[in-house]
């Protein structure tokens, strides 16, 4: 700061002006032939700022102060500088104590001092001893009063505050100012070590470079750079324009405070009714400090500031904290104007800087106002944008590291795969990766592990900042290498449901990908057909009918033969008996008639109806046979049982095998039949009326709703 409350900082190598390659130092050798020079452009000839520069004094560095005249000044604006000199010469008593000097400037001075009505410590700016010559005191002391006019105008955390304004015991003015316990931001700058100490980082270890984030402490500097902007805004919003924003007017506090200093140059784009106001379109000569001028600065010509010159200055601060120096440079003052006003200023390629904020500052020192952000506010939101990305594009770059990881991963598994095949070694199983991973071999599983992290990466970073260009490649990428992966290695399920998520991949692959889709369906459609097919629960109410209605004749021809039966001729009896098959089939035929929509509709339902016929088939059969072959009715029912265990058995394999215990009940009934002969028709009742409740109650259509 060149007048700030602390000491100025020591000569920096960081910040000097760079020798950057120009014109000589002198006003008569700065021509206007020199390439890409703007001599008849909008910011005029060099004759007009060599004229303008002229009477300027010092370094480029240095702040150029206005030359301050009391016509300017209002009727009002007079009086009180009329009132503050009869005030000084009544005063007797002094309101202040002042201390040591702890900052010096250009024109002015700062002192430690101790206000003592209030009893607090203060900071106070007076004008430089060496300037107070009689000539040009009133002057002096104008341009101090309007400092301090212009500065308790602007009440905000970020500007420093104006207490009072006082006179020392020669009657020259005071501007008693809020003390701040701190430095320059400048002085930091020139000492990164301190730097983050001073902006809460973690210092690390000076001795190894590694260990020192310089994007961190870049971060930490943009965050001042937006307090800075906020402040210079609220000054906008009053119509006070600074002029002079650059690092060492910036104050950085001990407890975290930032504060916009030094608002000697400033000036009001609004007439001030009271007149005390230094109006910038008055304003004649070059002010501020020449290595971070706007070009229009540099014509001296008032009517062309406004709030977008102070645009500039602070992306010339910004370009400081990117570069390590003030974008304009020179040996001299006029080699430094021959720079503002004829060349673009440009990043070095050492900087490094991030495209987005090399951008962001390339705009707010674009040379022609209209071509900058229209306000500081604006400048802001673009840096905060700025550094939301900056979090998105670390999240990018570590999920593009594992992009690369995949791709290389995939190449090795392509060609191992390759050398197999001409060795003859025929495909290999992806299920093997712990093999793989233990003689160093390409681990297939290990795609789905990077994919995973790839995909939730580039997401989170495009949740963060949804244009990151970037990201969005780097997704559509990973998409591409494993749905080409999962294409060629048998698995288009995967590479459909992963295609499904863009539509940005190469047109050849979207049509394999479509190729792939329509294959998938047809094999859904046909397992869903499967499935339905073997499904238990369709038509298992019409199964249920059909068994009820045969249980009037399995159950109650067994019943009416056990108990009341007469005797009848062996051959009576075998036709009766071969009646009962006959008569169920004739029944079975009408239901499967009748409901044949339901009963033709599964392959369950099929084979039950089937099942039902052959085990008919079969009982007709054994009646045929015992007939034939001599035996007696009895013994050849006691058979019977078995077939039914038989049919039983088979059918419950082919659906559910919990179906056996039916079978099981009808094997029981085959060998109580077979030993007790007198009760064989209780026997088969009694197996037949357990397969009828348990097939009508529902139990074995409803075991399983899943093929077998």
Known sequence: MSEGNEAGPPARGRGAPSDTAGPDATVDTLGTDSEGADTDGTWGTWETVSAAARTLQGSPMQTQMPQAELESVGTTGRQALGAFEAERQASAEAPLVLGEVIGEGGRGIVRAATQTAMGREVAVKAVRPSLREALSQRRTTLELLQEAWITGRLEHPNIIPVYDIASDEDGQPLIVLKRIEGESWASLLAEPERARERLGLDPGDPADPADLDEAELLDAHLRVLMAVCTAVHFAHDRRILHLDIKPENVMLGSHGEIYVADWGVAASLAPDPAGKLPLAARRS?????????????????????????????????????????????????????????HTEPRLPEHAHAPPELAEICRKAMAREPEDRYASAQELRRAIADFRSHRVASHIANEAQERLDELEALLVALAERARAEAEAGVGAWDEEASVEASSDNRPDPQRRKELFAQIRFGFEQSLAAWPENEAALRGLVRARELIVRYELDHGAPAIAVAIASRTRDLPAELLARVDEAYAREQGRQAELERIHADHDPNLGRRTRSFMIFVLSFVWIGFPLYEQLVAPEYPRAKTFLLYGLVPVLSLAVLAVLRVWARDSLTRTHINRLSVSTVALGLAFQLLLTLAGYFAGLGALQTMAFLPLVWACVVSLMAMAIDARGLVLGAAFGLATLGASVWTDFTFAFIGAANSFAAVAIVSGWWPRVSSSPN
């Open 285 to 341: 000569g070059i002010v501020g400090t020449p290595s971070y001028m706007a070009p229009e600065m540099a014509l001296g010509d008032g009517e062309r500031l406004d709030e977008r010159t102070d645009v500039y200055l602070l992306g010339a601060t910004l370009h400081e904290l990117i570069a390590g120096r003030p974008p304009h440079g020179g040996r001299s003052i006029m080699e430094v104007l021959y720079a503002v006003s």
